[in-house]
């Protein structure tokens, strides 16, 4: 198996360019709402996004709120509110959670038009922009905010268009097409949480480091998940052969000599990926 494949530095040029084409729309934007995935509230971040978003209000919204560790994802929360950030949770497929990134719009331009009117200004409406690394429900979150299914879910190009403006109502207008940012691998793990959460592909980690590091953090902190899923006490690096064995025994997966290593690995990675794993967060601070 292949455990040595480290070129991380893997950032496609299209992400280059949206990142040009929302630093040229953000200033008809008046606030940013950057989504997350609340199982990795720290690897899922856009690391420079106050360069990109050049003081415009913004809120994150803790998204896949219902596949995380919620005793460790809330120390994140306190942390991102105690550093001023406006925080709010979502389950962006599941529940109505849409409406509170509405409240919260609200509040803030109540804030907004408060200053434009000392100013001698009229009020104006807020115009939202959508943005984050792929697959965090960027896409789901629009869909529930303008009420229909305008956008597909799931695969697709990581490109921003043109700025269509859709109203939400008498406060709030959204721009259609989210901004898709890539993230920065500020170092192994963090891009090991991210290829974790299907955020980045395979085709810049191994399937077999991705399911190890899946491994490695179930061991340390989700004991009890690792045993009833896969069969195993504990992973270690040292009994690589014995884990894998023993998950390929238990999920019927034939050993012809060798134990099918990548079979193995895409399993582990679809356990997470199809939520048969959840209430987990890899993030710690
Ligand atoms: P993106 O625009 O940021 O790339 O993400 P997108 O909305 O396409 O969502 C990616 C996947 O995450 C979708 O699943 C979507 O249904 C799921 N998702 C989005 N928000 C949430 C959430 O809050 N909780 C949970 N559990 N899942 C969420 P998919 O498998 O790609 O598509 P499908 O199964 O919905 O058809």
């Known amino acids: 198996m292949n455990e040595n494949k480290t070129n991380i530095n ?50 994150i919204v803790f998204n896949k709120y219902d596949l995380c560790d919620e005793s460790i994802t809330n120390k994140w929360i306190e ?37 434009r009117h000392l100013k001698g200004l009229l009020p104006k409406k807020a115009k939202c ?25 799931g695969n ?34 963090v891009a090991l949480n991210l290829a974790s959460m299907t955020i980045i592909k395979e085709e810049v980690l191994t399937v077999e480091q991705i399911a190890i590091h899946i491994l490695k953090k179930l061991s340390d902190y989700y ?4 045993k009833s899923e896969f069969g195993i006490e504990k992973y270690s690096d040292e009994e690589i052969e014995e884990c894998f064995t023993t998950i390929s025994k238990s999920k019927n997966i034939p050993i012809k000599g060798e134990v099918d290593y990548e079979r193995v690995s895409t399993l582990i990675l679809n356990y997470i990926k199809q939520e048969k794993i959840k209430k987990i967060t890899f993030d710690r601070i």
């Open 223 to 226: 004991p009890s998940i690792l």
């Open 10 to 59: 893997y950032y496609p040029g299209h992400m280059y360019k949206t990142r040009k084409d929302i630093k040229n729309i953000i200033s008809n934007i008046d606030i940013v709402i950057e989504v997350i995935d609340s199982r990795i509230p720290f690897s899922s971040r856009i690391p420079d996004l106050k360069n990109i978003i050049n003081g415009k209000k913004s809120i």
């Open 129 to 153: 922009l959508i943005i984050g690394v792929p697959n965090v429900g960027k896409s789901t979150l629009i869909n529930k905010l303008i009420g229909k299914s305008i956008l597909g879910v």
């Open 79 to 115: 942390k991102y509110k105690s550093e001023g950030s406006i925080v709010i949770t979502s389950d962006a497929k599941n529940s109505n959670d849409y409406k509170k990134v509405i409240e919260e719009v609200k509040s803030l331009m109540i804030e907004i038009n408060e200053k």
């Open 156 to 189: 697709k190009p990581g490109v921003t268009k043109k700025l269509n403006i859709v109203k939400i109502n008498e406060y709030m207008d959204l721009v259609d097409t989210p901004g898709i940012l890539w993230p920065k691998f500020e170092n192994n793990e």
